[in-house]
């Protein structure tokens, strides 16, 4: 039965070397120096003749995304008795260009288990309402594809960076009331009110020899100071602001497609990887977040404010599955997009068994993309941890005797970055430890919040949020209108570096220059302003994105 179930495309590596070879392509990735491409050379190598082409391309038809919600495991307690009104999921992980194109046939015994099959990785999931019929299942899969399966494991649930309601409240701070006892009203007001004569230069400043963009965005030219270190006060925007030929995909909880200030650059409907949900309303805010950093044109500019975006819906509420990711990665490079943003993450091992089908379902979905062209942006992680030793990380996570790696953030075939604040610091939240990875603005709550509990409103990141959420406390006290939030995070730093990544292609296709996903990471790490000790360090990486930099000194060459 087994040979009948087989694809016609064979691969002849074993499991163990494959899984000893991921397991060395991480631990290789934290200590490359960034002028070097690491563990991406082999893939490199492939995209030069036949093999990426044989490894990667159509093996079966994709499937469809099913219709289902699907639950962590772990999140159940793994009671294999258990049956429950939520769905629940499996992941088998082939040996790649084995995975079988009819395993329906032999799962007929069990007709209620949905099977969803992505080709390009390689990847096979089982969805169920019984962890014991899923078992049995997933038993006799494996019995009939012995030697063509490499992992079996759990789908398990990833976060986005930062949460997208009010940010006060992940700090201690629930309400105006709150405030009030902390004796932090006042100062807040007075924060919003005593730099006015400071704030009206800065638009001055601004505007001076500056895109014509920066004229009516309001909000941008009193808030928009992350923005402005990364353009070089707007310069940039001159150079190179983008068109909706270069596209970025925003993986995340979808973008309000109303706002005024995105509307103009959504290039398409976007796409839904939520089971049951269609739509790609921002019903969280977050995705929201992260397309106005990239694309926003109009009270507010993000980066790049001619580039298109697409929004790829992955979180309907606080959790995903990483199948919905990896579906998400695959879906925008087959919509030929140009850069991936993922702000979202999540903390896996590198040896616990039930973990390797995801983090090989990653490896591929990353290398698929490089191999496609598609840059990967991902941010750090916002739990203030040195990810650069999967020991150490793992006992800093409690994990005790484990390997443990932030994924997608500090895979192979991304390029991870960490926040900084207003005062050119690593902020206080944000994961670090790579040297070759690159740091952008993503502010912080000011250099007195932990010693005095004051809060400094110009020391956070402005950027659009859905127009038809409830505003926070603190829009309200600024008398924003609907529409913009106040926020920090690495969530908000990774979109930085995607736009910046988008750009630089874009100016490369106007003059002729096809920019592999290597060439833009290696001329953004090049350009990058140096904050710390000199050269590549363990708080800024290789240093902050200056898309200025980038576009001046590397492409009007």
């Known amino acids: 039965m ?15 070397r494959r899984k000893i070879m991921f397991v060395m392509a991480v631990v290789l990735l934290l200590v490359t120096s960034p002028g070097n491409s690491g563990v991406l050379a082999a893939v490199m190598e492939e995209t030069n003749g036949a093999k990426a082409e044989q490894k990667y391309g159509n093996i079966i038809s994709p499937m469809s995304v099913t219709d289902i919600t699907y639950h962590s495991l772990q999140s159940l307690g793994w009671d294999e008795g258990i049956t429950s009104g939520d769905p629940q999921s499996r992941l088998i992980m082939f040996k790649e260009g084995r995975l079988p194109a009819y395993p329906e046939e032999l799962l007929q015994q069990w007709p209620e288990i949905e099977i969803t099959l992505l080709p ?32 079996v494991g759990e789908d398990p649930k990833i976060m986005i960076s930062d949460h997208a309601a009010d940010p006060l409240q992940d700090a201690g701070i629930a309400s105006k009331k709150t405030f009030n006892i902390l004796n932090l009203n006042s100062y807040i007001e007075k924060t919003v009110t005593q730099f006015p004569s400071a704030r009206r230069q800065e638009v001055a400043d601004s505007v001076a020899g500056s895109s014509p963009l920066t004229t009516g965005a309001l909000l941008y030219q009193s808030w928009g100071w992350d923005i402005k270190e990364v353009t070089g006060d707007g310069q940039s925007l001159s150079m190179q602001s983008g068109n909706h030929n270069v596209v970025v995909a925003v993986i995340d909880s979808g973008i309000d497609a109303s706002h005024p200030d995105l509307s103009g650059n959504i290039v398409n409907e976007g796409r839904s990887f939520v089971p049951g949900v269609n739509d790609t ?25 001619n580039l298109g975006i697409s929004a790829y819906k992955v979180f309907d509420e606080g959790e995903a599955d990483s199948s919905w990711v990896i579906e998400a ?7 030929k997009v140009d850069v991936i943003n993922l ?35 991902a941010s750090s992680g916002t739990d203030g941890l040195d990810i650069s030793n999967p020991l150490q990380l793992a006992e800093n996570l409690g994990w005790g005797k484990n390997l443990a790696v932030h994924a997608p953030g500090s895979l192979p075939g991304v390029i991870t970055v960490s926040a900084t ?19 952008a603005p993503a ?15 110009l020391s956070m990141c402005l950027t659009t949020y859905p127009t038809n959420l409830p505003q926070s406390y603190l829009s309200q006290l600024v008398g924003l209108p609907a529409g913009y939030e106040f926020m920090i995070g690495t969530s908000l730093a990774a979109p ?11 100016e490369g296709r106007e003059k002729g220059r096809q920019m592999s996903p290597e060439d833009v990471k290696q001329i953004l790490f090049r350009s990058a302003t140096d904050y710390g000790a000199t050269g590549p360090d363990t708080d800024f990486g290789v240093g902050v994105v200056n898309v200025y930099e980038a576009l001046k000194k590397y492409m009007r060459k």
């Open 496 to 506: 930085k570096v995607s736009a910046a990544a988008a750009l630089l292609i874009a």
């Open 120 to 151: 390009e990785v390689s990847m096979l999931k089982l969805t169920g309402y019984s962890l014991d019929r899923l078992l049995d299942a997933e038993a006799a899969l494996t019995a009939a594809f012995a030697s063509d399966i490499e992992e």
């Open 443 to 457: 502010g912080d709550y000011g250099s007195t919040w932990f010693t005095k509990g004051e809060l400094n409103l």
């Open 281 to 305: 309303i921002d019903r969280l805010g977050h995705g929201t977040m992260i397309a106005g950093t990239i694309a926003a044109n109009g009270q507010l500019l993000g980066v790049g404010p």
């Open 343 to 377: 702000s979202l993450g999540t903390y896996k091992s590198l040896i616990k068994r039930e973990d390797q089908a995801i983090l090989i379902a990653y490896e591929r979905a990353l290398a698929y993309a490089y191999l496609h062209g598609v840059v990967v942006v």
């Open 329 to 335: 990665i695959i879906q925008a490079v087959r919509d």
């Open 421 to 439: 604040n207003r005062e050119h610091e690593r902020a206080f939240y944000s994961n670090y430890g790579l040297r070759n990875m690159i740091a």
């Open 2 to 16: 087994n040979s009948q179930f087989k694809s016609e495309v064979g691969n002849k590596k074993g499991n163990r």
